[in-house]
């Protein structure tokens, strides 16, 4: 089955500096990528996803890329603002199966 | 839309009782709810998948009998924890697919119940 790893586990970065997350996975059939970002207590929430046909797709200060030869996939988040502090996880599947997450990445801004 | 509610938030429960948490999607039709647990500050590990009109599929290491899981319409699928102990306290989430398997694939998640078992 999938197995996604996922470095840092923890990343403190000051406001305005950029953040990178990367995560690796093993099965070659997966073909999607999704980011979710999960504040205490609450719900993942989809930041952010790519699919096996994209090598990279951007939403305003939040990207993603994926190096399927490699397997591995990162998410990169630039001018860091405190609002961004909360868990992230990356994950991965093949259309139809079940999420497998990574560990997590605490990510905290100060300001 | 693409709303995922869940219900309860939270419960509190005595050892040896049985608890439903019920995961609904609002306003899309799933064939597919996955069930996670989430200990805190870990990940979410995939506890079995829920498929409408069908028996769920569980991971290895969860125990089908302790979880009972019904996927009885597109809407609704429950999670009951039987004899629950305090080993069965965690944060449970469920999530539905939005749209066709192998054309896309976005899960969205519900709020989560916090079990805790006394």
């Known amino acids: 089955g999938e197995n996604v790893e996922q470095h840092p586990s923890t990343l403190s970065v000051q406001e305005g500096d950029s953040a990178v997350i990367k995560c690796t996975y093993s099965d070659s059939a997966s073909n999607y990528f999704p980011w979710y970002k999960q504040e205490l207590g609450k719900r993942p929430q989809l930041i952010i996803d790519?699919?096996?046909?994209?090598g990279e797709k951007k939403d305003q200060r939040i990207a993603v890329t994926l190096n399927k030869t490699a397997k591995h996939f990162s998410l990169h988040i630039t001018e860091t603002q405190p609002e961004d502090s909360a868990v992230y996880f990356c994950?991965?599947?093949?259309?139809?199966?079940?999420?497998?997450f990574g560990k997590g990445t605490t990510l905290s801004v100060s300001s | 839309g693409a709303v995922v509610s869940q219900h309860p938030s939270w419960v509190i429960c005595k050892s040896g009782t049985s608890v439903k948490i019920e995961c609904r999607s609002l306003d899309f039709q799933a064939t597919t709810m996955f069930w996670y647990r989430q200990f805190p500050k870990q990940s979410l590990m995939l506890m079995a998948t829920?498929?409408?009109?069908?028996?769920?599929?569980?991971e290895q290491g969860v125990e089908k009998d302790k979880f009972l899981i019904n996927h009885a319409s597109l809407t609704l699928s429950t999670l009951t924890v039987t004899s629950a102990h305090p080993e069965d306290s965690s944060f449970y989430i469920c999530?539905?697919?939005?749209?066709?398997?192998?054309?896309?694939?976005?899960?969205?998640f519900g709020p989560g119940t916090r079990l805790t078992v006394l």
């Open positions: 790519i699919r096996s046909n994209v």
């Open positions: 999530s539905a697919r939005l749209g066709l398997a192998g054309i896309t694939d976005t899960q969205y």
């Open positions: 994950a991965a599947n093949q259309a139809g199966t079940a999420l497998i």
């Open positions: 829920s498929n409408e009109g069908s028996k769920a599929t569980y």
